[in-house]
């Protein structure tokens, strides 16, 4: 896809690239290109540009490590935020302030480093601060969006906002930014404990163990499903003998059911239709309707 659409005034911020490939900026290794790209952190910046896509009628979304989404073949005819930065501070002894496009694995670092306590659960899980945030990222037990004090965000008209834990509206792998990756995460403030050394060590073993058997080194995005209630959806996909199916390049995992690999040339249509026979088997096996974890990005 070349640039269906030209904006002068966003071409005129200076470091916005064109038709920039989003598969270099997915762990799954697919999806097509941005017309317009941004890569920061910057408040100002992102105010800045999303004022100018509003005025010329351009979309636009934020996009973290590209760890939890599925990016369309067709790319995105609009304007992607990457975010990007390495901030993470620590504030009143117990806080992490840091930046949305800071890495989780070095937010997990910083409050593992200052005796800090409640992220062990999160060791292994890949991506952006802001992008974990925004989708809950964790495990059936924990997510971080929990130990969220207050974030900052732009909102769709370009406005900084504020938005405290009480309005974040945590559920399981869910807040009130999941699906509205045009409200853009710019940073937050996490609250954790001092930790016990001894117990905190324990729960970073139990977390690596957990996570010891997932597939690795592999172009994927992490479980492609929630769990339903009370139920593993990658031991329901087990249990109906999916494991090692093919679609084109996509291929459910030999070694845990809810990962779908890139096997090297996966169309993001090959996934799409490797999730929606998935959803079918099991609900046709066990009554069980799936829904997914993962988020989809220029698909209408
Ligand atoms: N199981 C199987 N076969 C499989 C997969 C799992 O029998 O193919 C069994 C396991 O043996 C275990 C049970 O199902 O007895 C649960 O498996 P696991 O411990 O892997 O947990 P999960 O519920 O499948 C959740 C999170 C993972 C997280 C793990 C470990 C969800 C959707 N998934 O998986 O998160 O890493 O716990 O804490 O909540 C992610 O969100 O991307 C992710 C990978």
Not at 5 to 28: M, Q, R, Y
Not at 73 to 97: A, E, V
Not at 154 to 164: N, S
Request: aromatic share 8%; glycine share 10%; net charge positive.
């Amino acid at each position: 896809m070349s640039t269906k659409i030209f904006s002068p005034e966003l071409e005129a911020i200076g470091i916005i690239k064109k038709d920039e490939v989003l598969a270099n900026h997915t762990t799954f290794k697919v999806g097509g290109p941005a017309a317009y790209f941004l890569e920061t952190n910057d408040s100002e910046i992102i105010q800045k540009a999303i004022r100018i896509a509003n005025k010329a009628g351009l979309k636009f979304a934020a996009l973290g490590g590209g760890s939890n989404v599925l990016v369309s073949d067709q790319g995105f005819n609009g304007l992607i935020i990457k975010m990007s930065s390495s901030r993470c501070d620590l504030i009143d002894t117990n806080k992490l302030d840091a930046d949305a496009g800071t890495s989780l694995a070095k937010i997990i670092r910083t409050a593992l480093s200052q005796n800090l306590t409640g992220l062990e659960f999160a060791i292994g899980i890949p991506g952006s601060f802001g992008g974990a945030i925004a989708g809950n990222a964790g495990t059936s037990g924990h997510g971080i969006a929990e130990y969220v004090e207050s974030l900052k965000y732009v909102d769709k008209t370009g406005v900084l906002k504020i938005c405290d834990k009480s309005q974040l509206d945590v559920s399981y792998r869910y807040t009130r930014f999941k699906y509205t990756p045009e409200d853009i995460i710019i940073s937050a403030i996490l609250i954790l404990a001092p930790a016990q050394p001894i117990e905190s060590q324990k729960l970073v073993k139990e977390a690596m163990e957990k996570r010891s058997w997932q597939p690795k080194g592999v172009w994927c995005a992490g479980c492609i499903f929630k769990n339903p209630a009370n139920k593993s959806a990658g031991k329901l996909i087990d249990e109906a003998g999916l494991k090692g199916k093919t679609i084109g390049g996509a291929k459910i995992s030999e070694e845990h059911g809810n990962f779908i690999i890139n096997t090297g040339k996966a169309k993001a249509e090959d996934i799409i239709i490797l999730i929606s026979f998935i959803k079918q088997q099991i609900r046709d096996q066990f009554g069980v309707q799936l829904e997914e974890e993962v988020r989809y990005l220029g698909f209408n």
